[in-house]
């Protein structure tokens, strides 16, 4: 069974701190993804990596980086934290096989910036 | 830029009732549809996907696909209160990398 795990689950940082949230998957999949999720906006992504070494920018990259240094892992990175990245933030992999993109989430991370 | 629209924004019925959810989308060129369902504090979770016009039935599930009317709408028989929760209908295109999410329907099942 697709299993992606995502750490922490829950975090506080301060303004200006840098940020990493981990996201790990075994399920073998190519591509992973980064979402935040707001009331009001939906899912929007973030990042997303086709597989290791490859990052790409997504529908809302500004104050964010990634990093794909495996199949396994993306990381989402906040160097300079701002109160206005406060959200749910949610990871995702799969594969486009056939033109089918079911994607596999983790349990999200909450993030809180003070 | 892709746009993927749902409605109602909230729906609530009563135990067994029928679940009616719509989602349209603004591209005719998109070719996978997927309907997921995400509980409180959950990740989503894929519920049902379709690809060709026409319907599509799994258990109490069913989604109809109107590639002409760019509308796709997910019918949830027998509702139960574990059904309540949000759905999200999502839509990609053969060969792309992204896929765009609608901001949800939230259900309401009230026993």
């Known amino acids: 069974e697709a299993a992606v795990t995502q750490s922490p689950r829950n975090k506080v940082a301060v303004t200006g701190g840098k940020v990493t949230l981990s996201c790990n998957q075994t399920?073998?999949?190519?591509?992973m993804y980064w979402y935040r999720q707001d009331t009001g906006h939906g899912l929007r992504l973030i990042h997303y990596?086709?597989?290791?070494?490859?990052?790409e920018k997504g529908d809302i990259p500004d104050g964010y980086k990634a990093s794909r240094p495996s199949q396994e892992n993306f990381s989402l990175i906040l160097e300079l934290a701002t109160p206005s990245q406060t959200s749910v933030y949610f990871c995702?992999?799969?594969?486009?096989?056939?033109?089918?993109?079911?994607?596999?989430f983790g349990p999200g991370t909450r993030l809180t910036v003070l | 830029q892709e746009k993927v629209q749902q409605s109602p924004e909230s729906l609530i019925v009563p135990e067994g009732a029928m679940s009616s959810l719509n989602c349209t989308f603004s591209?005719?060129?998109?070719?996978s549809i997927w309907w997921y369902q995400q509980h409180p504090g959950k990740g989503p979770e894929a519920l049902i996907?379709?690809?060709?016009?026409g319907n599509k039935k799994e258990g109490r599930l069913t989604v109809y696909l109107n590639r002409a009317s760019l509308h796709v709408s997910l019918h949830i028989r027998d509702s139960q209160p574990s059904d309540s929760a949000v759905y999200l209908c999502?839509?990609?295109?053969?060969?792309?990398?992204?896929?765009?999410f609608g901001k949800g329907t939230h259900l309401h099942v009230l026993p």
């Open positions: 995702a992999s799969g594969d486009a096989a056939g033109g089918a993109h079911e994607q596999y």
């Open positions: 399920n073998n999949h190519n591509n």
């Open positions: 990596s086709y597989g290791a070494g490859s990052t």
């Open positions: 591209n005719s060129a998109s070719q």
């Open positions: 996907s379709i690809f060709s016009n």
């Open positions: 999502a839509v990609s295109r053969t060969n792309a990398y992204k896929v765009i």
